[in-house]
């Protein structure tokens, strides 16, 4: 049987799921290669003629069942990813933390003895990093990206509004230091050449600060802010509800991904760490 080949070079956007019913009548087999780009995810769409009708099927369904389970991944790819995250705290900051405390910032926070020169370094900082964030996703046209405009997680306004607070009781600005300046530029590289990373630091960033973040905001504003409530840890709406919402839509694009594409998310968590923890880091400085 004559065999034709389909031009390797189509894109199709990610957004959108081909039907089968656009290849009735072909008797052929082929593949389509996905590029790794922002316009569509790696991977291939097998093209297979069954009887005269064809059908269209992810080369990841065909090996998924093949493959072993990853922690997590009956939950959904939100779940893997916490997993992984959660492995990676010291056993002061979680109970499934599996490392050992080795720097201040590591150990419990209850010993920390944070300034507010140092705090005002990370705000700096944090606040660099979330124009980052914020901006890209709010910037962009890209499918995957564009789905997370408008969450309710976005943090840049109200650190805004917080440095503003502590320049009217006198403080000094700072400038960003090389944490913060460090990260942006990486998560602008990610963005535009690495979606499946990029979507792994959004998650770590986001979801961690409205956890251990908050829980670290709270008790360094009892230190050394008489207890002053900051921007930075309010949420307009209830903040669960905002989590579930975005956790269904990182699941929905996870979707899309091979099993390969998610593996290489995981393993861009412990950069992720890093880079945080460089920031964090700054209170203590």
């Known amino acids: ?13 990610a957004s959108t799921r081909l039907s089968c019913e656009s290849y009735l009548g072909l008797r052929t087999t082929g593949r389509i290669s996905y590029a790794r780009t922002l316009t569509a995810p790696r991977g291939y769409l097998a093209v297979k003629a069954n009887g005269g009708q064809a059908s269209v099927v992810t080369a990841a369904a065909i090996t998924e069942k093949q493959q072993k389970k990853y922690p997590g991944e009956s939950k959904g790819f939100v779940e893997e990813m916490r997993f992984v995250a959660m492995r990676l705290h010291t056993k002061d900051q979680a109970r499934e933390g599996e490392k050992e405390s080795r720097s201040p910032e590591e150990g419990p926070v209850a010993k920390w003895e944070p300034t507010v020169e140092g705090y005002l370094h990370f705000l700096v900082d944090s606040k660099l990093v979330y124009d980052t964030l914020d901006g890209i996703i709010d910037g962009s046209n890209f499918p995957t990206y564009a789905g997370f405009k408008n969450t309710g997680l976005e943090r840049a306004e109200s650190l805004r509004k917080d440095l503003e607070w502590f320049k009217e009781q006198g403080y000094e600005i700072p400038e960003p230091m090389a944490p913060g300046k460090t990260y942006s530029e990486y998560l602008k590289d990610l963005a535009e050449n690495d979606p499946q990373a990029f979507i792994c630091h959004f998650y770590n960033i986001y979801f961690a600060h409205s ?41 929905k694009v996870a979707e899309w991904w091979t099993r390969e594409e998610k593996s290489h998310c995981l393993e861009e968590t412990e950069k992720s760490f890093k880079f945080s923890g460089e920031i964090l880091r700054l209170i203590l400085s």
């Open 1 to 13: 049987m004559a065999t034709t080949r389909l031009n390797p070079s189509c894109h199709f956007p």
């Open 211 to 251: 956890a251990g973040g908050q829980m670290i905001g709270t008790k360094v504003s009892k230190k050394i802010l008489n207890n002053k409530e900051l921007e930075f840890y309010k949420w307009d709406g209830q903040l669960s509800q905002l989590l579930q919402n975005v956790r269904q839509k990182l699941n």
